[in-house]
């Protein structure tokens, strides 16, 4: 594993870099106080070609690896990590297609979400389904018919990012008895009949990104439309989960690193009793434990990254950096906002906002509590983990 980036990583991260400055910190501070998602934003970046990083290029991707992946999703988090996350959800269901999808699936859904032609989204969660993802009560019903088979779905889900103004959706329905082994995976498409959108939730931060509550009723999904076979849900959403860790990890690593940025600039600039801040040794030990975390968070996610981009099991690796870089992102995000004082605490600068997305960090894609388990629970009884 080589820490120095590729001359490829390096293009991509300055071309991302450059769409931030130009595209995104324009318009972010107001966008966020509207709630207000630019999907023309993701097709910039499509076009660029950053919304299918890790898919093939027969399927309108790059055909690179999470490492490239992640320094682009990185890049993305320092400007909004609202859009960040909308470019990882999008890439849950061409992570999940690419694996267990058939031929005609991949063939039909991954080039839209690859190009940025259209947005993604993943649903999972029920009001008693959270980190207990196996106990989802969502229904799937195998109705047979001489004119095709269907599955009739009813059911509500919560928390599902950018439903709203997804095309695409893999949802997590209940084909079977009990417990994982009863959970299969489907392709929601929108406007299918019955598919609804419930609430869209208030949120304390990332008010750009759409978290929606998704009303089935007696939604009819072709048999085409299931994932891998009945009661491969659980394992098809591991798929997601597993990979989904290292883009938040990501993510928390542009949040933080934004923060620190705004955080040094105002210590270097910012004089009392006649010199910078910054020369304090109570400011200068707080930057210099940010900057520590920040590059421990960095090196976790790539660890994790080349595992699975080299194909070896990489679950434990990417829980732990996803809960140690989105706990160390409130670390530094809520120290940045002690560096600039009152004025980190006004919405004149982005460290407040910093401070709002890096809290959400530590609940997505499984809660830190929950990762902390799955460590846990691999350290004493070790296993292969994914390799997806």
Known sequence: MNFEATEIQSQLSDLAKKFVRNEIFPVVENDEHEEKFRPELIQKLGDLGLTGIPVSEDLEGAGLGYQEYARVIEELAVG?????????????????????????????????LASGKAIGAFSLSEAGAGSDAGSLRTSAVLHRSPSGDYYVV?????????????????????????????????????????LKMGKREKKMGMGISHTMEVVLENVKIPIENRISDE?????????????????????????????????LSHAKTREQFGKPISEFQGVSFMLADMATLLDCSRMLVQRAAWLKDNGKPFSTEAAMAKVFATDAAMKITTDAVQILGGSGYTQEFPVERYMREAKVLQIVEGTNQIQRHVIGRNLVSPRTGSNS
């Open 231 to 263: 009661g491969d849900g659980f394992k098809v959403a591991m798929v997601a989960l597993d990979s989904g860790r290292i883009t938040i990890a990501s993510t928390a690593v542009g949040v933080a690193r934004g923060a620190l940025e705004v955080a």
């Open 80 to 112: 909004s990590a609202a859009y960040a996350v909308s470019v990882a959800v999008t890439g849950l269901p061409q992570a999940i297609l690419s694996k267990y999808g058939t031929e005609a699936q991949k063939k039909k859904y991954i080039p839209r």
């Open 154 to 194: 009813n059911g509500t889900k919560l928390w599902t990012t950018q439903a709203d103004i997804a095309e695409t959706i893999i949802l997590m329905a209940r084909t079977g008895g009990p417990g994982p082994k009863g959970v299969s995976a489907f392709i929601l498409e929108k406007g299918m009949p019955g």
